[in-house]
């Protein structure tokens, strides 16, 4: 059974700063990793899509890393700014289908 | 449509009444899912349609709820005999691809609160 867990559960960071949140998935047949964005009271929004067989993949500020052997992902963003402040979830396919399971997220607070 | 439309975004019910939610997903998606978030906690998943194959159920908390979805398009997710526990926001996506290949597509959610 696919588990996801993300840490930190909450971040406040002056901005500016550099972060990284964290990703770990229990079974690593997985087709693809997703991290989204939500802010409250609203839906997500898809920031990264990495394929299995891709290592990363880059937008903007952001960069997400995937290493199935290990089971974890990273998100990184670059230069924090206040309008980056929301919940940051991660979500990875149950083992053998698109059926996603998605953690609990890490709720970021960028300071001005 | 260029997003994925759900209605209506909010609903107030009254305990026992029945409520339906409708999702539109994006034009030429095939795959439609619909997740539950209460309050604090992460989504849990529903259900799952996948082009003219049967949906996987898997995840409906009990036979109170049921979805259909008419034509592989609008979907429809119908919750009999609301309860308390029932209140949440409840999400729809879609994707382009088999199981989210290309990724998901949200909706903004239907608030459901059960009085």
């Known amino acids: 059974k696919q588990e996801v867990t993300q840490i930190p559960a909450a971040l406040s960071v002056p901005e500016g700063e550099n972060l990284v949140l964290n990703c770990s998935f229990t079974?690593?047949?997985?087709?693809?990793l997703q991290w989204f964005r939500q802010d409250p009271g609203k839906g997500l929004t898809s920031l990264l899509l990495i394929q299995s067989s891709q290592r990363e993949q880059t937008s903007g500020r952001l960069n997400a890393s995937l290493d199935k052997s290990s089971g974890r992902s990273t998100l990184y963003i670059a230069a924090s700014q206040p309008g980056d402040s929301a919940t940051y979830l991660c979500a990875v396919p149950t083992s053998g289908t698109y059926k996603y399971i998605f953690g609990t997220g890490t709720r970021l607070k960028v300071l001005a | 449509g260029a997003g994925v439309s759900q209605s209506p975004s909010n609903k107030v019910t009254e305990k026992g009444k029945d409520v339906e939610l409708r999702c539109d997903p994006i034009?030429?998606?095939?795959?439609l899912y619909w997740y539950r978030q209460s309050l604090g906690q992460g989504l849990e998943f529903l259900i799952y349609f996948q082009g003219n194959s049967a949906p996987d159920k898997s995840g409906l908390p009990s036979d109170r709820f049921s979805a259909e979805r008419t034509g592989g398009s609008v979907s429809t997710l119908t919750i009999q005999r609301t309860q308390q526990e029932d209140s949440a926001v409840y999400l729809c996506?879609?994707?382009?691809?088999?199981?989210?290949?290309?990724?998901?597509?949200f909706g903004s959610g239907t608030r459901l609160t059960v009085v």
């Open positions: 034009s030429g998606h095939t795959a």
């Open positions: 996506a879609s994707s382009l691809a088999q199981g989210g290949g290309r990724g998901y597509t």
């Open positions: 079974d690593s047949a997985i087709y693809n």
